[in-house]
């Protein structure tokens, strides 16, 4: 029997007692301001606790990772893409590749149920579902040579289900594409100074592509610094040209900006990679990496206030103007990336296992990078909830609800049960610059309020407009660079799909396949990005549940095949690691596409909503938010594209999960009927650390070990 | 003192330089002069063409999350 130290028991129990604290101070206080603290108190308390002992446990007993088997990137070492990386570069590359706008746009919105719900879902999903996906698959990949999620899929569980998930996959690509680029549209609309440095991102994105091409190739670090001052000229210029006589030519209506946005999604996709694409990708990583961390410097330093209500009345009544239903399921599918996202399972499986030196680092880069992941969703969470209530609904309810005035904003806010006046609400839209703050939805904006309280905080109140700014373009950096890289991975899966029906497609070089395929795809999310820009009753509103639903599903997609490998490779006691997150992942998202599908509440339910618009129409009435009968009919349209969506996103996760149980079935019943196609075992010769700080005995490994890694 | 600061300066440019990948060249030299000795080692220019050319054929590589 192994026993701790004595220090080791008294740091755990202080741990312990910071996260009790923070969820007690949170859990009890109601109707006075509780500071901003308690929540991270109550995060990393979490977090310490479940890495330190639900992964370790995860790691050692169930997946009994293996330190003396070498991994595919030792085995397979082509100086590339199969290469042994050091654990702290791959977990900055790992983190860096699953933390985008998703961890920032989620619990934003989910802020109109209340901090409370959110931060428990946020902190409970990512220690028992979110982070322990990753880790699995993680894992699993790795024993597989770095396998792709859908080979994983098609091999274990089979054609059927593997088709399934591919078709998931893709699905769910096309409506993230659509959904992140209203989320720009919102923030940029009517925005000289954000559409301006969001726009000079092109030509510098255009330089730095040229200078590593041509002038300086593999100078990376250089460029970056370059082009990340490059785009702090912009972001200040933004203000210029927002004051002089240019601003009408930066002043785009939703409408225009959907069209360009399109024009820039299919341009970039063929475009080479060098061009556009790739040096873009290092500055919105440089970007994304250095505001993370200063967003985690400025919500410790400032330690602000949290204004919103812990549970808001909206989250039983399901009937909140962000987006409808309640609590439960919707809560669950708004919040995906930081709690669980399933999208993580495309890193997972595929780049990283490549590059993972050891299978005792998976608890370091699969668990440790979802928890870092989490705690970017927690301080978009604080953003949200620090500014004052009455403004929050004014910039996330519908357009067709707050009205155009600050009069009307703040007529229809008090119907919410929020107070904020007309003046307040011109104030805040001044003191960041822009001409109107009202029913800017998507998230971006709301944040990029927050942000610049927390950072105006800390330098002083005079940076504000240049702070939201900053936040706004930080975000609508990596959501173009999403746009392209995203139309250039779906294209691949409509190339592959369509080389079975017409050969030449395979070849993904043939031009006018690719260009075809690209404007397909850029043809698909647009679709879904002006009826998103011109539904009356709001697009996000619309659109985000189904995108929850979709990602949700991936997530289901990657429990179920974690699930099926832990049962095929003899761990069926411990098959609830991932079953059990499987089974509430399913029920949520089930439960949110059936509510979407057949709820009686024209809020909720996309066929009760059409069929009521339909009578309108019918009667020739036209009922609001719609404000003429051509309104009606696009909602009518809208409802029934979405409606129809939602099921069938629904009849997939059914798919997958039941091919998935007659698997499992059939291993407990037959094992000898299942084949497992895990590479085989090869002793490894690499010596390195598991976690982040080596201990005592792995310094001494690596010591006696001759040629020790680079750098140490 | 002196000596701890260089090893400071020098573990956050290797850091750097291997988080943004600035090091792949280094490394693809470094891995043909030890396991394939006779094979040509391409050029910096060349290298990074390929390395580019190879995210062209499989967008997947490099991908990144919402």
Known sequence: MRTAKPRTIVIWTLVALVGAAGWSVLALSRGENVSAAWMVAAALGSYAIAYRFYAKFIAHKVLKVDGTRATPAERLNNGIDFHPTDRRVLLGHHFAAIAGAGPLVGPVLAAQMGYLPGTIWIIAGVIFAGAVQDMVVLFFSTRRDGRSLGQMAREEIGPFGGAAALLAAFAIMIILLGVLALVIVNALAASPWGTFSIGMTIPIALLMGFYLRVLRPGRVTEVSLIGVALLLLALVAGRWVAESSWAGTFTLAPSTLVIWLVAYGFIASILPVWMLLAPRDYLSTFMKIGTIALLALGVVIALPTLKMDAVTDFAERGDGPVFAGSLFPFVFITIACGALSGFHALISSGTTPKMIQKETQVRMIGYGSMLMESSVAIMALVAACIIDPGLYFAMNAPAGVVGTTVESASHAVANFGYTISPADLAKAAHQVEEQSLLSRTGGAPTLAVGVSEIFSKVTGGSLRAFWYHFAIMFEALFILTALDAGTRVGRFMLQDMLGNVYRPFKNVSWKPGLIATSALVCGLWGYFLWVGVHEPLGGINQLFPIFGISNQLLAAVALAVCTTLLVKSGRLKWAWITGIPLIWDATVTLTASYQKVFSGDPRVGFFKQRSVYQDGIDAGKVLPPAKSMDDMHTVVTNSTVDGVLSAVLAVLIVVVIVDAARVCVRHVRRPALSTLSEAPYVESKIVAPAGLIPTQRERREERDAIGAAPGS | ?66
């Not at chain 2, 090893?7 to 030299?29: H, Q």
Request: charged share 40%.
């Open chain 2, 1 to 66: 003192m002196r000596s701890a600061l260089h090893r400071a300066a020098s573990g956050i440019r290797w850091y750097i330089r291997e988080l943004t990948d600035e090091s792949a060249y280094d490394r693809y030299v470094a891995h043909i002069r030890q396991d394939h000795p006779d094979a040509p080692v391409p050029s910096r220019r060349d290298f990074e063409r390929a390395r580019t050319d190879r995210q062209e054929e499989d967008p997947r590589q490099g991908f990144r999350c919402c």
